[in-house]
C-alpha cells in the first residue's frame, strides 16, 4: 500500500484478518455496548435485555479465541433454554 508496487506470492492457504471491529450496531439500541462496541454480558451470556443472549468474539471480556467461544455458545443456549421455560 505504502510503495503502490504489487507483486506474486504462492502460498498454501490464506487467513483472512481485516479488522476487529464488532458488527454490533444493529443491537445498540436493545442491548448495553461497550465503549468498544462490544456486548456486555453477564457468566450466563444474559444480555442487558431479557432473554436475549450474546457469545463470542462479539462479547465484551471475550479471550477472542475458538474454544471460550464454544463454551460461550453452550452457555448462552442454555441459559436461552432456562429462560423460555420459565
Ligand atoms: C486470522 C485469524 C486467525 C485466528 N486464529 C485462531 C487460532 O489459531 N485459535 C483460536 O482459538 N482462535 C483463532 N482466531 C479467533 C477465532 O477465529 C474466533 O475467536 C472465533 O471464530 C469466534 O467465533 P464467533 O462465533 O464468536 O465469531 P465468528 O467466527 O466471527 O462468527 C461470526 C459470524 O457472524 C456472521 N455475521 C456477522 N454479522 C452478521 C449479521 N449482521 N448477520 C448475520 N451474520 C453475521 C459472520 O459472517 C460470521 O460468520 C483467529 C481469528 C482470525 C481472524
Given at each position: 500500500m505504502k510503495t503502490k508496487k504489487s507483486s506474486t506470492l504462492e502460498v498454501a492457504g490464506v487467513f483472512v484478518a481485516v479488522g476487529l471491529k464488532p458488527n454490533s450496531q444493529h443491537f445498540a439500541n436493545i442491548v448495553k455496548l461497550s465503549e468498544s462496541g462490544h456486548i456486555r454480558t453477564d457468566e450466563l451470556m444474559?444480555?442487558?435485555?431479557?432473554?436475549l443472549f450474546a457469545a463470542g468474539d462479539?462479547?465484551?471480556?471475550?479471550?477472542?479465541?475458538?474454544a471460550p467461544a464454544v463454551g460461550d455458545g453452550a452457555t448462552a443456549a442454555l441459559s436461552a433454554f432456562s429462560y423460555l421455560r420459565g
Open positions: 444474559a444480555t442487558s435485555s431479557p432473554g462479539i462479547r465484551k471480556s471475550s479471550a477472542r479465541q475458538i
